[in-house]
Structure formats: C-alpha cells, structure tokens
C-alpha cells in the first residue's frame, strides 16, 4: 500500500477535498454503508460506543505553511498575517471543528456518550502553531516517537 500512496495520490487528485484521503474511509465502501441512510446507522450503533472527538484551534494552518499557493500570503507586508488567519480560521471550522462537533451531536442524541475536545496549543518555535495532528503526541505514544517531527517545534 506504501508502494502505491503516490500513484493513488496523483489519480485521486481530481477527487475534491476527499482526495487528500485516497485510503480513508468511504461511505458505501464495505464495512460502511451508504450515505444518505447514516442517520439510521448511528441510531442502530451509537448507544453501544463511546466517542472521543476534537479538532485543533487552527486546523488548516499547517497546510497554510506548506502550500505554494496559499504560503505566500502570510509573507505579505501588513494584512497578509491577518487574511491568513481569517483563511485558518475559517478553513478550520468549515472542514475540521464543524463536522467534528456535529458528528459529536449526532453520536449524542443517538443515545451514548460524546466527548469533545479542543486543543489550543501551539508548540513553541513552530509555525505550524494549533495545526492538525498536533493533538496526538497529546493523546498516544511517548516524546521519543514524535521529538523529530517538525510540527512541535521545540517542545519537550
């Protein structure tokens, strides 16, 4: 599966936002089920499984630092930073926070337990800030396993 990431990569390309998870999860792909009939599915497995779920403060920052096409506009002099901002913050809430709380909701009146987390925490001398994954070296494994990862910066 490594072998071929590239090659599905570059075939999923044209795929929209889904595309960047060429080996997610997709409804109406065994085990799951289609889409439009979820609702009933949760309602079926919910009361028997607890959720843990969150986002981090600035989701999308991590893909504003890297890409090409939208890096360069936190290096423009005077509103670049705050349009920057405004895109992460905006970007976050559409893709990552807003879909994490609703799905969050929908778990809940299903009949179990949904816990919500948020993390805030900007490792010191990274500018990827609150980015994406930065929750899980919060949450699994030890320090040594994430001390090379460029994401935290120089946390300890």
């Known amino acids: 599966m490594l072998a071929r990431e590239r090659d599905v990569g570059h075939a999923a390309r044209g795929f929209g936002l889904k595309s960047a998870m060429p080996f997610g999860l ?3 792909a065994p085990p799951l089920p289609p889409e439009a009939p979820t609702e009933q599915a949760w309602a079926a497995v919910a009361p028997r499984v607890d959720v843990l779920i969150g986002a981090t403060a600035e989701e999308t920052r991590f893909f504003a630092v890297i890409d090409p096409t939208f890096g ?3 290096r423009l002099p ?5 349009i920057s901002r405004l895109l992460v913050r ?4 559409l893709i990552y926070q807003g879909p994490a709380r609703a799905f969050a909701r ?3 009146r299903s009949g179990d337990r949904a ?7 900007q490792p010191p001398s990274s500018p990827f800030g609150a980015a994406h994954v930065v929750d899980l ?4 494994s030890t320090w040594s396993s994430w001390a090379a990862i460029p994401l935290l910066g120089q946390a300890s």
């Open 106 to 108: 929908r778990h809940a």
């Open 78 to 82: 005077l509103l670049g930073a705050g």
């Open 90 to 93: 905006f970007s976050s809430h």
């Open 72 to 74: 360069w506009l936190g």
């Open 137 to 140: 070296p919060l949450l699994l």
């Open 115 to 121: 816990y919500e987390f948020w993390v805030n925490y």
């Open 26 to 28: 997709q409804y109406g």
